[in-house]
């Protein structure tokens, strides 16, 4: 491999990007995009209501939350290629438990230990690598580009997952996402992933305006600790800002083929689906732009505001004119979703912690989505809408852009400084 990676016409960095992006295709699908499809299937299947099918599944990620700062902190210590084989293995067979489950204490079991693997697979694996391959703001362009794989599953498998589930059922689609991740990830971790350019003989990959200047390892760079970042207020700012931002996203994806089913729409897996590709295809061209950018406080207000307007439009306008402002907005805008984490992780708490510090961030912003996917599915039991809920998620968003520009003012506090300082060379 190492004479491989001398001779490619391009960073080796980059080859890892393209191996993230169809990894995180796959994976994301199976525990992100098919979620909104298996929920009303399980739902009907089990005869139960859609609160406690929610629940189960939001447990499952409450504990995917939870050991998230572990699987980090593992990662910063001995890299991301044992985990991402690890959980080639794990979480395929996981996803065949749950498949075989006909009731939901098993289905509660299975993706809770969903759940638990799930960090060996994304999103922190192919981030940290990002960390690692690229240096300086193309930093910044690599963790945009790698999120491409989050939206392209659901602009790509979905539709198709859908229309196999017609025709079988939701554990044989939850099998075929097994099978996939097993044989995807498998082969990229144990022929692609090198943890760090060094193991090939390599530097990390920098831009025009980075190079000539002195590079360090991420873990010779500056870092906070998992432990520090706690203590900082630019931390709880960023948490709930998030937790906010992503109780909106998560929910709706949750919920939103439900929605559109209650609203009498009958297309809701197409209109997330068109959604997804408008990411997709987004993604790229402002992904490579992001190392333009010297903060990425504009960037989050911007994306937060654009959700917020294309749920509200939706919620006005259910027709044709309220789903193109929303598939415009929510793809557009989204496109710079999964960015955020380690773009304001990366920018104001440092690299050489990355994994831990990315795994408590998410511990905490998670609690938006719990509450706001239990809770959106709740009310509509009661009240056979999703009126509330969506209005709620659009209050949230707005009040997510409040908070995530307002980390900048906390990165600025005297006390935020003088710990940065004492955790490396602030460049």
């Known amino acids: 491999m190492r004479a491989i990676a001398h001779r490619l016409p391009v960073h080796y960095g980059w080859l890892l990007v393209c191996a993230a992006v169809i990894n995180n295709t796959v994976s994301n699908m199976a525990t992100f995009w098919a979620v909104g499809l298996w929920i009303p299937a399980i739902a009907d299947d089990f005869s139960v209501a859609r609160t406690p099918v929610v629940t189960v599944f939001m447990a499952g990620q409450a504990v995917s939350a939870l050991v998230g700062p572990f699987v980090g902190r593992y990662i910063d210590r001995h890299g991301s290629r044992g985990p991402l084989l690890l959980g080639s293995v794990l979480l395929p067979a996981t996803l065949v438990v749950t498949s075989l489950a006909n009731g939901l204490p098993v289905l509660f079991l299975g993706w ?21 391959w690229f240096d300086g703001r193309q930093r910044q362009s690599a963790i945009g580009v790698v999120t491409i794989g989050f939206s392209l599953g659901g602009a790509t498998l979905l539709p198709l997952l859908a229309s196999v589930q017609t025709g079988t059922s939701w554990s044989f689609t939850m099998q075929i996402t097994a099978v996939t991740i097993l044989v995807v990830q498998g082969v990229t971790a144990l022929f692609l992933v090198r943890d760090r350019p060094a193991d090939l003989g390599l530097e990390p990959s920098v831009g025009k305006s980075d190079r000539g200047r002195r590079l360090l390892a991420a873990e010779d760079d500056w870092g906070f600790t998992a432990t520090e970042a706690l203590r900082s207020t630019a931390f709880w700012l960023l948490g709930v800002g998030l937790m906010l931002f992503f109780m909106g996203q998560g929910s709706v994806t949750n919920l939103g083929i439900d929605f559109f089913h209650s609203r009498g729409v009958q297309a809701g897996a197409a209109i997330f689906a068109v959604s997804s590709l408008v990411r997709t295809i987004a993604r790229l061209p402002l ?21 917020g307007v294309a749920l509200a439009a939706l919620l006005i306008n259910t027709d044709t004119v309220g789903i193109a402002i929303f598939v415009a907005l929510w793809g557009v805008g989204g496109a710079f979703g999964p960015m955020l984490e380690p773009l304001f992780i990366a920018h104001v708490f ?11 961030v998410a511990m905490v912003a998670f609690v938006g989505q719990l509450a706001g996917s239990i809770g959106g599915a ?14 709620l998620y659009t209050i949230g968003f707005g009040l997510s852009a409040v908070l995530l520009f307002s980390v900048r003012w906390a990165e600025r506090l005297p006390t935020h400084r003088v710990r940065a300082a004492a955790m490396g060379p602030v460049r």
């Open 287 to 307: 992904g490579m732009t992001l190392s333009r950018y010297k903060s990425p406080y504009p960037v989050g207000v911007i994306v937060a505001i654009s959700q």
């Open 378 to 391: 709740f009310l509509f039991d009661l009240t056979g809408s999703y009126s509330i809920p969506y209005w």
């Open 350 to 360: 440092g690299v050489r912690h990355f994994g831990a510090v990315s795994g408590s």
């Open 112 to 132: 809770s230990l969903v759940g638990f693997v799930r960090g060996f697979s994304q999103p922190i694996p192919f981030n940290w690598l990002m960390t690692r």
